[in-house]
């Protein structure tokens, strides 16, 4: 299968561009957002200030080029390693950084976003994302839902089921699988036979794309198709995005333990931002103080959101048992009335 591409490394268009210079510049100021997010969430669980993270270094164009091709509304349903598309969705700084900081209210983004809260279960949301585009199919009212999930997922049940559903039904779902080549230390070539996974979706009958997952115009290019297609009644598509974890599988592993050192600096030369800078030098877009300026009011609103959340009221235990049922259950009422005992007790 031949994998999609628009900008090579090199920062050249090989086809044409779906958006011109002006577009291009605000998908890399997002990008340069988001690794700045990224790497300064690692630093903070390093000083004990998170707990573990999942970092998307090299994974910035997968997520911001995907997600640019959502409208405001359409829902979003990814994992523990999709901060950047959900920021880009417009789920706030904050939000995310709560819900590393393992309060529930991080959850819980603003009314008119629509994006669920990460799923740390490998797969599970994928189902729940089928379920959203199938309501709103039902109900007529036009949103679609992408969801994001890794080659690992791939190899488990919840990815049949919802694949095979939403081809059934013709949901409006898309499916993006960031193939960054390992399941913590499992490699792709371990995970599956396949000799892609975007082949997979022949099974299912629906189309499946293969894409430069570090080209932020192709990811962009072939999700808006993928988002055209299933907004105007033509269901689910399936989008392999070719790309790699820069970095470790979350903060609590060292990848040089199970990747050799050559792979890693392999993929190095073939970072999603260089090549969009390459690209906007050559159009004369580009220059070093432009793009300071940028990371400079970035850095200060990440210190803002940071400011925030750390100024939150913490999170209290009895909160817990009030987030998930209207009217307690009665093993949890009475777990919550236990707690109540102890506290006044205390
Ligand atoms: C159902 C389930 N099984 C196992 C785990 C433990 N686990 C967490 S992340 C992960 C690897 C997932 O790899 P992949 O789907 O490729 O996504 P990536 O982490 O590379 O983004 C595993 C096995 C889990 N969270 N959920």
Known sequence: MEQRCILDPEGNLISEAPVGLDETER??????????????????????????????????????????????GDWMAGTYRDAAAMWMHGYPFVNLLLFRMGDERGGCPPEDVF??????????????????????LIKGDDRVAITYFGDGATSEGDFHEAMNFAAVYETPTIFVCQ????????????????????????AYGMPGVLVDGNDVLAMLAVTTEAVDRARSGGGPTLIEAFTYRAGPHTTT????RYRPAEEVDEWSHRDPIVRVRRYLQHNGRWDHD?????????????????????ATDPYTAI????????????????????????????
């Open 27 to 72: 998908l890399f100021d997002a990008m340069l957002t988001a690794r700045l997010y990224d790497r300064k969430c690692s630093a903070m669980q390093r000083q004990g200030r998170l707990a573990t993270y999942a970092p998307y270094e090299g994974q910035e164009a997968a997520q911001i080029g995907s997600a640019a091709a959502l409208r405001p």
């Open 115 to 136: 994006i669920l809260p990460p799923s740390i279960t490998v797969g599970g949301h994928m189902i729940h994302a089928v379920g959203l585009a199938w309501a709103s």
């Open 179 to 202: 193939n960054n080549q390992y399941a913590i230390s499992m490699s792709r070539e371990g995970q599956t036979r396949s000799a892609t996974i975007a082949g997979k979706a022949d």
């Open 253 to 256: 592993d060292d990848p040089l």
């Open 290 to 310: 432009r793009e300071q300026t940028v990371l400079d009011g970035v850095a200060a609103a990440i210190e803002a959101a940071v400011a925030e959340a750390e």
């Open 319 to 346: 909160e817990v048992f009030e987030a998930m049922y209207a009217e307690p259950t009665p093993v949890l009422k009475a777990q919550r009335d236990a707690l109540l005992r102890d506290q006044g007790s205390a």
